[in-house]
């Protein structure tokens, strides 16, 4: 009950009002199972003895009030009543499942949804710390197979337990004593066998959540990296590492169907020889098959009703203690990450964006950063000062800090210490003390190009507009933005359907310079204030990095421009430079500047001329 009582608190009070009526006609569906089964007593009797028209009140009643002539067109009648009886409760059963599978269904939708929102909406720190193929194994699978596996199972569950004390009611009312050493019975021995399974159901589950999470990884970063795959001959070994989770998924699936079924069959078994033996009972203690016949069908019936109900109980219950361990993982996802927004994600695609205004300066304030798993600050007590409309560049070793001190700049990474300040307004202050809609307003004024650029499955013009549905794009912001990234010739002369053309998965149509320049593009699309290009240039060819640059320069004073740069050539006409080590800035100025009185800058012109 532990996972079931966490899954049903993880649902919205609209979601678990939603319950009340399905409750109310799970019951009405018990009491026509109820009513179904019964009515076949009365049947019985009379075709056992038709004195018993005459002998029962409310038989002789019926007989009389509907006029009947003849015993035989009475015990048709009743057969058809038997018949209609048993029909209507088996179609509203079917109703019921479609209501329960329904609702569970929708429930597999919104649990996903709201998952898959939680994680979006999560700070870019969380990003850093979490691999991606668990978060996707979690949204595609884990979800599903937490409400199959434990929301689907309780609420058949909640079904039949509603149905089988329905039948256990009228049958105590016929015969309290056999029918409750019949329950008791068989309820022992179900307890006997769900505990015998139970433990191995919870150790089978946890294992099996761990091999799906090494096949997601292996079939993840083979194909992620499949060009690296295929020139080093790396199959092999994907391959096996794929089949070690394949194995242990397979195996441990095996198990728990073993163990959910067979049980069940073994109760199935015990049912026939419970049947003798109560017929034999039955037979002794009234020593007439007549007088017991409408009591053995009511029973034959009764028990042709319950199996699939107590057999599917069973396999319920194991798989619920199977997938258990899923919903321990989703419940601590959704109870202890922060909540997304609230608002409807149609209404927000449509709203014009909240621009934190840009028009002076930006001050960073004794910036200090450490990774969680770092054991010293990547950045150390940084001040910086950047004029609106000028193009700065941030130099230094790899590892240095510049590309996280430009992610705390754009508001990616909070700061354990120091504050940002634009226009004289704080928008990140340490710690733990930031406006977030400022950090929101505040990097709407961003467009920013990284080393690597991610391309979808789609078109340019998608790509270059991310993230905006075909009916929002601005075709000819699209347009201008491949221009300004020395793209829309290319677009227009070599590609088959220009703008229209499908770049392949990751852009793997492409080369890696014109998958760079729709990144640049993609940047620029919304006319941001501020650019950023975190080494964008550096998988060009110096032909199409002067190129780039030269579209880059025309842009110099009507943005704010912020370069982190290998090659040295990139920061040649930047306003201002910055030469970091070790998470500090050891010395700033123009290029020529920087020549004359930094060796550190001098050694790294050097080389970058060689």
Avoid at 134 to 140: E, G, I, R
Avoid at 329 to 341: F, I, Q, V
Avoid at 375 to 394: M, Q, S, Y
Avoid at 441 to 452: A, D, E, K, M, T
Wanted: net charge neutral; hydrophobic share 50%.
């Amino acid at each position: 009950m532990s996972a079931v009582l966490k899954l049903f608190s993880l649902l919205t009070p609209v979601e678990r009002r939603r319950l009340i009526p399905i409750t109310i006609a799970i019951l009405i569906a018990s009491v026509l199972e109820m009513v179904g089964v019964g009515s076949l007593g009365p049947f019985m009797a009379v075709v056992a003895d038709t004195a018993v028209i005459q002998n029962q009140a409310i038989l002789a009643w019926v007989y009389q009030a509907f006029g009947f002539q003849t015993d035989r067109i009475f015990l048709i009648f009743l057969g058809i009543v038997v018949f209609v009886a048993v029909l209507i409760s088996t179609a509203f059963r079917m109703v019921v499942s479609y209501i329960v599978f329904r609702y569970t269904g929708n429930r597999r939708y919104t649990l996903g949804l709201r998952l898959f929102r939680q994680y979006l909406y999560q700070p870019y720190c969380f990003f850093l710390n979490h691999n991606s193929g668990d978060l996707s194994a979690k949204l595609l699978n884990e979800v599903d197979l937490a409400i199959g596996g434990v929301l689907a199972p309780a609420m058949d569950i909640l079904v039949r337990v509603f149905l089988i004390l329905a039948i256990l009611v009228f049958l105590i009312i016929m015969k309290p004593i056999i029918a409750l050493i019949t329950f008791g019975i068989f309820g022992l021995l179900y307890a006997i066998l769900y505990r015998m399974v139970r433990q191995k159901l919870t150790r089978y589950g946890k294992d099996v959540g761990e091999s799906d999470k090494i096949r997601y990884k292996a079939a993840a970063e083979a194909f992620g990296g499949i060009k690296d795959v295929k020139i080093l001959g790396k199959e092999p070994f994907f391959a096996q590492a794929y089949s070690l989770g394949a194995r242990r998924f397979a195996t441990n699936q095996a198990a728990n169907q073993i163990l959910s079924g067979v049980p069940g069959q073994a109760m199935q078994s015990l049912a026939v020889g419970f049947a003798v033996v109560l017929i034999i009972v039955l037979l002794g203690m009234n020593g007439s098959l007549v007088e017991i016949l409408p009591l053995l069908a009511i029973y034959a019936f009764a028990i042709m009703r319950l199996m699939p109900n107590v057999l599917d109980f069973f396999h319920d219950a194991a798989n619920i203690r199977y997938n258990s361990y899923l919903v321990d993982a989703l419940y601590t996802d959704m109870t202890t990450l922060p909540l997304p927004p609230v608002r409807s994600d149609a209404e927000a695609i449509h709203e014009a964006p909240m621009v934190l205004p840009f028009t002076s300066h930006i001050d960073l304030q004794g910036i200090v950063f450490s990774y969680p798993a770092s054991r010293e600050p990547v950045l150390k007590a940084v001040d910086l000062h950047i004029e609106r409309n000028t193009t700065i560049g941030f130099v230094g070793a790899t590892g240095c800090g510049k590309t996280t001190l430009v992610d705390v700049i754009m508001g990616l990474l909070e700061p354990d210490a120091g504050s940002i300040v634009v226009d004289d307004v704080p928008v990140i202050a340490a710690p733990a003390d930031s406006d977030t809609v400022n950090i929101v307003s505040w990097q709407r004024n961003f467009g920013y190009v990284p080393q690597q650029i991610y391309l979808s499955d789609d078109t340019v013009a998608a790509n270059i507009a991310f993230g905006l549905p075909e009916d929002m794009r601005d075709m000819a912001m699209v347009e201008q933005a491949a221009r300004v990234a020395n793209l829309h010739e290319f677009i227009t002369t070599e590609l088959p359907d220009g703008y229209n053309t499908l770049v392949g998965e990751r852009g793997v149509r492409l080369s890696g310079g014109q998958r760079q320049r729709i990144g640049i593009a993609r940047s620029l699309y919304h006319d941001p204030d501020i650019l950023v290009m975190d080494e964008a240039t550096s998988a060009l060819d110096s032909v199409t990095e002067d190129a780039v640059m030269d579209a880059i320069h025309n842009l110099k004073h009507s943005k704010t421009i912020i370069l982190i740069a290998h090659r040295l050539s990139t920061v040649h006409e930047c306003d201002m430079i910055y030469l970091m080590e070790r998470g500090r800035i050891i010395a700033r100025g123009a290029y020529d500047e920087l020549i004359q009185n930094s060796h550190q800058f001098r050694a790294m012109a050097k080389t970058t001329e060689k």
